[in-house]
């Protein structure tokens, strides 16, 4: 499975299909076969790079030609994990108490959005507003906000209204101020 995941992770790298191999190609029942020439690089030779890659040009026509030959593959790479294990360094990580981390956040963010509403209830205080009596009609005051538009218009409508509220309720549920 070791070796199975790194022919993908490889064949990922270099954008080669399954369908149509460039570079490795596998053999039913048997492994991988690399179909392509390989050369050793020195990561920090600038001169050699040059000259490999005038040679990986000429090597290509030969990896498509054995490809499309019908001839047994000569090199096949089988199933065998010991090659990549000391590749692989197997991190240890050390099992964290889920519970202790993961339980206490939601717990926080829900206490704090139920404080914070009564934070602001109790710690601030609503501006009282000033109001300007407009009228008085059968001894009720009209009052408006400071603040409010004129409402000029709507005096008589207010004051039919106020008559006919005082004409079907007792005098003890007039409105109060």
Known sequence: SCLTQAISTLRKMLKDSTK???FVKTVP???YQLICSVERLSPFSTDSNTDVEETASEHEAP?????????????IVTDTTADLEPQVEPTKTQPKPASNTINWLPRVIIFLSLLLP??????????????RQIGEYQSVPVMTPVNHPQINNWLPSIEQ??????????EDSLPVE
């Open 29 to 31: 029942k048997r492994g």
């Open 63 to 75: 990896a498509v030609e054995l490809e499309a030959s019908d001839t047994p593959p000569t090199e």
């Open 161 to 170: 209204c106020i008559e006919r509220y005082v004409k079907h309720h007792a």
């Open 118 to 131: 009564v934070c602001v209830l109790l710690f601030t205080n609503p501006a009282e507003s000033q109001f």
């Open 20 to 22: 149509s191999p460039e």
